[in-house]
C-alpha cells in the first residue's frame, strides 16, 4: 500500500505542477499527456479523426517495441545468466583461475557501456544481435560478482562434513558441488540476478539507441520531434518492464528459499 | 539400535604445525597415548588449546605434521583405516543444510554414502526418533530451537551407526538446562550402543558428569597433562552431580586445568604468551 500512495502523491504533485504552466508543456507534458499517448481517446484529439489515429499508429508502434526491447533484454540476460555463473563457477574452483582473472573481470565491469557501444555496432551490426550484445555486457557482473561470493563463502565446517561421507575424490567434489554449494550460493545468485536484471534493460536500451529498433529508438526519435510525451511513455514502459523482471525474479526467489534464508522471506 | 563395532584409537608421537609455525598439537613432546575401544573419552583444556585440532585429526580431515593416528578393532587385531560412516563428527554448530527439512539433514551422509532413497530416509526416521524429535521431520531448521537443532545434528552423526563419534564442544552454546538434557541423551546412546565417544569440552562438570576416562590438555600446544579414570557409577543420574566423589573428581580436574593455565600466564609475563609461535 506505502508505494502506491508515494506513486499517488508524485503524480498528483506532477500534475498540479505541470498544470501551473510555468514549465513549457513540450518540456515537461503532464501525467495525463503522457497516459493518453499509452491510452488514446477521441476526447483527448477534440475528436479530430487523424490526429487520433495518428495516436493510435503511435501507441502500436511503442508497443511493438516494448516487444523488441523486451526480446533483446531477455535474451541478453539469459545469455549472461549462462555465461556469469559458468564463469563464476570456474572463478571458485581455482584460486589460480581467481587471481588471474577477476581483476580483468572488475576492469571490465568499470568500462561504461555507452562507450563501447558504437563498438558493438561495428562488429554486430544494426540491430537485435548488437541489443542483446548490450545487455549482456550490461549484467554480466553483478551475477559473476554475486555468484562467486556464494560459491566460495561455504561453511567450511560443512565441507568437512562433505569430505567426510563423500569422500576427497571427484565424486566427493561433485556431491560437494551440486548439493552444498550450488545451494548454499542461491540466496547471493538471486540478488545478483535481481540487480542484473534492471541492468539488461538499461543495457538493451543503450544498444538500441545505437543499433536501432526498440523503445530505445523511440525515445531517439521522438526527442528529436520533441515529442517528450512519448518520450515520457517510452521511459514509463522501460521501467515497467525492468520492475516486471524484478518481481518475477523475487518471486522465483521466494518459491526457492522461503524455507530458509531471511532475505528472501522478507521480501 | 545396535552397533556391529567400536573401534580404539591409537596416537603414536603425534605433533601438528599449521603453517606459519604454529604448533597446535604436541610441541616438544609429541601425544602418544590409546583411546580403548568403546571408551566415552573426554578431552578438557583451555579453550584454543589445539585439543579441536587433535579432534579433526583423528576424524581424518587433516593430516598431522609428525607421527601417526591409527583405529584399532574392538575386538583386537590389526589397525584398519575408516570407511566412509565410521566416523562421525558433530561441531560446536548443528551446521544443517538450511533449504532442507529435518529429514533430509538427518539423511545426509547416507545420500553421500551412496544408500538408496527408501532405505536412507528409513534410516533417518529412526535416528530422528532416537533424538525425540519424529514429530519434526517435515520442519526447516530455521523452525527450530538451537537445542533441536543440535538434536538434528546428532542424529545426522547417527544415522551411520558410527564405530568411534567425535564431538566438538557439541552443546557449549546452548542454556544449561538444554544442555543437560542433551548430555543426558548421549550419555544414554552411549550406553546402549556401544561405540566410542571422544567428546571436547572446556567444560569441568560436563566432563566429569559424562565422561568414563579424561585426558587434560595443556595450553597449546596441546599434549596431555593429565589422564585419569572418571569412576563413577555407569548410571549417570542428576543427583550425581552434588555426589562427594562427583565433586573430588571435578576438583582434582580443576587444579590441573588451573595448572596449565598458571604455567601460560607465566610464559605470558616472560613475555613469551606465543609459546607454541616457533621464532
Known amino acids: ?267 | 539400535m545396535s552397533f556391529s563395532a567400536s573401534v580404539g584409537i591409537s596416537l603414536s608421537a603425534v605433533t601438528k604445525v599449521f603453517p606459519g609455525g604454529v604448533r597446535a598439537v604436541g610441541g616438544a613432546e609429541p601425544v602418544t597415548a590409546e583411546i580403548v575401544a568403546g571408551e566415552f573419552q573426554i578431552f578438557l583444556g583451555p579453550s584454543g588449546c589445539g585439543k579441536s585440532t587433535l579432534l579433526r585429526l583423528i576424524a581424518g580431515l587433516d593430516v598431522p605434521t609428525t607421527g601417526t593416528i591409527s583405529l584399532t578393532p574392538g575386538g583386537g587385531g590389526k589397525p584398519q583405516s575408516a570407511v566412509a560412516g565410521d566416523i562421525a563428527y558433530v561441531f560446536q554448530e548443528p551446521h544443517l543444510l538450511p533449504w532442507r527439512n529435518v529429514l533430509r539433514n538427518a539423511a545426509l551422509p547416507l545420500e553421500l554414502m551412496g544408500v538408496p532413497k527408501a532405505k536412507r530416509l528409513e534410516q533417518a526416521r529412526l535416528a530422528l526418533a532416537d533424538v525425540g524429535l519424529s514429530d519434526f521431520a517435515a520442519a526447516y531448521p530455521a523452525q527450530l530451537s538451537g537445542g533441536m537443532k543440535m538434536r538434528v545434528s546428532l542424529a545426522r552423526a547417527l544415522i551411520t551407526r558410527p564405530k568411534l563419534l567425535l564431538l566438538d564442544e557439541p552443546f557449549a552454546a546452548l542454556d544449561e538446562i538444554t544442555r543437560q538434557r542433551l548430555d543426558d541423551m548421549l550419555r544414554d546412546i552411549w550406553a546402549r550402543t556401544g561405540m566410542t565417544v571422544v567428546f571436547v569440552t572446556h567444560s569441568v562438570a560436563e566432563a566429569v558428569f559424562l565422561g568414563r576416562r579424561a585426558w587434560v590438555f595443556s595450553q597449546r600446544p596441546a599434549r596431555i597433562v593429565l589422564d585419569t579414570p572418571i569412576d563413577l557409577p555407569e548410571a549417570r543420574i542428576p543427583a550425581l552431580r552434588t555426589d562427594a566423589r562427583f565433586a573430588e573428581i571435578a576438583h582434582r580436574l580443576s587444579a590441573s586445568l588451573a595448572e596449565t593455565q598458571q604455567g601460560a600466564e607465566v610464559l605470558a609475563a616472560h613475555g613469551l604468551r606465543d609459546g607454541g609461535v616457533i621464532r
Not at chain 1, 571458485?92 to 561504461?112: C, D, E, G, H, K
Request: glycine share 10%.
Open chain 1, 1 to 267: 500500500m506505502p508505494p502506491l500512495l508515494t506513486l499517488l502523491v508524485f503524480i498528483l504533485v506532477w500534475h498540479l505542477y505541470a498544470r501551473t504552466g510555468r514549465t513549457a508543456e513540450y518540456l515537461l507534458p503532464g501525467p495525463g499527456k503522457v497516459l493518453s499517448v499509452l491510452f488514446p481517446t477521441p476526447a483527448a484529439f477534440k475528436n479530430d479523426a487523424e490526429l487520433f489515429q495518428q495516436a493510435l499508429d503511435q501507441r502500436k508502434d511503442l508497443l511493438i517495441a516494448l516487444g523488441e526491447t523486451t526480446q533483446g533484454a531477455l535474451a541478453g540476460f539469459g545469455l549472461s545468466i549462462t555465461v556469469g555463473t559458468i564463469f563464476a563457477a570456474l572463478l571458485a574452483s581455482s584460486r589460480w583461475a581467481r587471481a588471474a582473472l577477476y581483476p580483468y573481470a572488475i576492469f571490465f565491469q568499470t568500462v561504461p557501456i555507452i562507450a563501447i557501444a558504437p563498438l558493438l555496432v561495428i562488429w554486430f551490426g544494426f540491430g537485435l544481435r548488437t541489443v542483446i550484445a548490450s545487455a549482456f555486457i550490461a549484467s554480466l557482473f553483478p551475477i559473476v560478482a554475486n555468484t562467486l561470493a556464494g560459491l566460495i563463502s561455504t561453511d567450511p565446517n560443512l565441507v568437512d562434513l562433505f569430505r567426510l561421507y563423500g569422500g576427497t575424490g571427484f565424486r566427493g567434489k561433485m556431491l560437494s558441488l551440486l548439493k552444498l554449494r550450488v545451494p548454499a550460493a542461491l540466496p547471493q545468485t538471486f540478488t545478483g540476478l535481481r540487480v542484473a536484471g534492471g541492468l539488461a534493460v538499461i543495457g538493451a536500451i543503450v544498444g538500441e539507441f545505437i543499433g536501432g529498433g526498440g523503445l530505445g529508438s523511440i525515445v531517439d526519435v521522438a526527442r528529436t520531434q520533441q515529442r517528450t510525451d512519448v518520450v515520457f511513455a517510452a521511459v514509463l514502459l522501460a521501467s515497467l518492464l525492468g520492475l516486471a523482471l524484478f518481481c518475477v525474479l523475487g518471486a522465483l526467489s521466494w518459491a526457492l528459499l522461503r524455507h530458509w534464508d531471511a532475505g528472501a522471506r522478507a521480501n
